[in-house]
């Protein structure tokens, strides 16, 4: 795909979002096309695109309706941006907009377009709300019906049964078990402790609270029906009250998962743009930062390993690839989907055994300085509309690296069905940056 042999460098230009909102609150009324679309228009704006043909727009939502099923076009019909611009969907479950960026930021490197804006979505408000397989064979076999009497007869099975609605599944088809019930087995089996998790979960709201009581997030987050930050922060949360909180994915009384040390159902959307350097510096738009490298991963979660430890290996075989070691980054963004899940990664990267017989690594990857680890406040505290995560944290890890002028970020995200997503952010050189 490239005839000269080299991939071009993708720079990330910055990215914009609504604001994270607990699900049932402040959207409970807006889509996914409506978040999508808000989130877009804060990148179309920030950065003057109104009008303007990019190459592709790729984004997603996890929960979403059979009438979304070209959302990204959608979204893009109504954003500011040319109609002429294509868009796209996807869906790697919470690593959806890391995933998508990661594609847009692949077409770059092959030249193929000049600049896209990756993106993600999720609202449970409205979530979609099936029936039952019987009564959607009834309604089927009857708009078949080639006489009167041939639609009139499905109707003859119906049943009050068959009224009864269907929620979206929250549990793992392969296994069973929820999300949450899933972790704890992984928290029980690395030993993660209950007061860990709390401490982790009480350092998301104080570092969350403190950047928007700064100001930190103000360009990057514009307001959307009536929310300008997001509504999950707690800044009068303690130690002492996280410590209250029952247990609620395992209530044996071995348990250490609570709301508390959870991310909570979010609603919200985020979008990221990136280009090449050429493309950003003909607009006169910054370069915050370069995506470098990514990578995806997966584990046998049905009878082997635990369903969200596949960003251990994501993250182990990026870093064989960058030639890089675990402490090589001036900032980490792992995603909180639970403070277990956090904490088992790394403490997967500190084990020998598993760095040995699992990473195929000769010693431990090792600690990190935890005082580097989301700085800005994580998932827990700012809420995880699942596909939006992944361009919220990219949009954030690169705007701290060009405060700081220099450094690597890395980004490592858990998904459901056992996969993980993972990304290095290296700081564009602060002359020259618009």
Request: with cysteine; charged share 20%; net charge neutral.
């Amino acid at each position: 795909m490239l005839h000269d042999g080299r991939a071009i460098r993708v720079a990330i230009v910055g990215g914009s979002r609504i604001p994270f909102c607990r699900s049932h609150s402040v959207y409970k009324r807006a889509s996914n096309q409506d978040l999508m679309t808000a989130a877009l228009k804060g990148v179309v704006d920030k950065f003057d695109l109104r009008g303007q043909k990019l190459g592709d727009v790729t984004l997603g939502a996890v929960i979403k309706h059979s009438k979304d099923r070209n959302l990204a076009r959608e979204s893009v019909l109504d954003s500011g941006l040319s109609p002429q611009t294509p868009g796209v969907d996807i869906q790697r479950a919470c690593g959806t907009s890391l995933e998508a960026a990661i594609m847009i930021a692949n077409k770059i490197a092959l030249g193929q377009i000049d600049a896209g804006i990756a993106g993600g979505t999720d609202t449970v408000s409205d979530a979609p709300i099936v029936f039952k397989d019987q009564f959607r064979r009834i309604l089927l076999d009857s708009h078949a019906g080639k006489s009167f009497m041939d639609k009139v007869k499905p109707w003859f099975r119906m049943r009050p049964a068959h009224l009864a609605p269907q929620l979206p599944g929250v549990l793992e088809p392969r296994t069973g078990l929820s999300m949450g019930e899933s972790m704890e087995i992984t928290a029980q089996k690395w030993e993660v402790q209950r007061e860990h998790q709390d401490q982790l979960a009480l350092s998301s709201h104080v570092k969350a609270a403190a950047a928007w009581d700064e100001g930190w997030y103000e360009d990057l987050v514009v307001p959307f029906q009536g929310a300008e930050r997001d509504n999950n922060i707690r800044p009068d949360s303690t130690y002492e009250k996280l410590a209250k909180l029952k247990p609620v994915f395992d209530k044996s009384g071995e348990g250490t998962m609570t709301a508390g040390n959870s991310t909570p159902l979010t609603d919200g959307a985020a979008a990221v743009l990136l280009a090449s350097e050429d493309w950003a510096r003909k607009k006169n738009l910054p370069i915050l930062a370069y995506l470098t490298f990514a990578k995806v991963a997966a584990v046998n979660f049905i009878d082997d390993e635990g369903l969200l430890m596949a960003p251990a290996y994501a993250v182990s075989e990026m870093l064989k690839q960058a030639d890089m070691s675990l402490q090589d980054f001036d900032f980490y963004e792992i995603h909180e989907a639970f403070a277990a899940q956090a904490i088992a990664t790394l403490k997967a990267w500190q084990s020998e055994q598993l760095c040995r017989n699992r990473l195929g690594r000769n010693r431990p990857m090792g600690p990190i300085d935890l005082a580097k680890l989301n700085i800005k406040g994580g998932s827990i505290a700012i809420g995880h509309p699942f596909a939006a995560t992944g361009a919220r944290i990219i949009a954030t890890l690169s705007k701290i690296l060009n405060e700081q002028g220099s450094g690597r970020g890395l980004i490592s995200v858990c998904t459901a069905g056992g996969m993980g997503v993972s990304a290095i952010l290296e700081a564009a050189p602060s002359v020259g940056n618009g």
